[in-house]
């Protein structure tokens, strides 16, 4: 509790507010909304350095954290929290790349960086870095929300489908000597089955859905897959 209450302090520090908001999707919100503001503010101060190499890494940093803050910002207004909707808002914002490209404005020899431009870069990353954490938690509380629900859902179908199957197996000679016919008998093994088998057809469905959900948000941290540098190197 005393580590969260600190997290929330920083939060509070950094996006300067009194009170963080309580609802998580409205504190991560306020996160990317600070991000996006500290980039404005940095292309702002740093409009005028004459290195092209720092020109070309503030243009990719700034025309990658501004629009997405903001599609993330306006996904977030509305989100309900607990739903997938909530952290797949913020799945399309790359930290480990923006701190990446942070790192590389912060090599900049001092004499070149206007007068706050440090302080500003520091700052987004520290914010960067809140956010990722941010983000990871609450993909914790979405998986345990998950699993959960699943387990709730295999008791619900796991009751009927140990007594239907059951009934089957007990009753199977009883029901084939009442001679029902081709179409009901038909009817009603397929029922039966379905009935059997619906626990591993809800364990199959959220177990997909909670592998895809972890495949899609992979933590990298402040690395950066392979594939996302092969060309930053190449012009290296």
Known sequence: MEEMQKFRRDVERLT?????PAAPSEFLRAIVRQSESLARRLGER????PDQKFQDDLAELTGM???R??????ALEHAEFGTFSALS???DYNTGQYLYLVRHLQATPDDLLPPGAEEILEELAEVLALLDVTRQYFKTLYT???LAILSRFLLYAGLPALLGGGFVVLSYDTILQLNPGRTVM???LAGTVSIVFLPFSVLL?????IATLASFTADFGPFVPLDTLTDRRADE
């Open 65 to 67: 954290i501004e629009p």
């Open 89 to 91: 808002a913020s799945l």
């Open 69 to 74: 803050s903001v599609r993330v910002a306006k």
């Open 186 to 188: 038909t009817i009603f």
């Open 144 to 146: 345990q929300h998950e």
């Open 46 to 49: 740093c409009e005028d350095v």
């Open 205 to 209: 469905a959220y177990t997909l859905r």
């Open 16 to 20: 300067n507010t009194q009170v963080s």
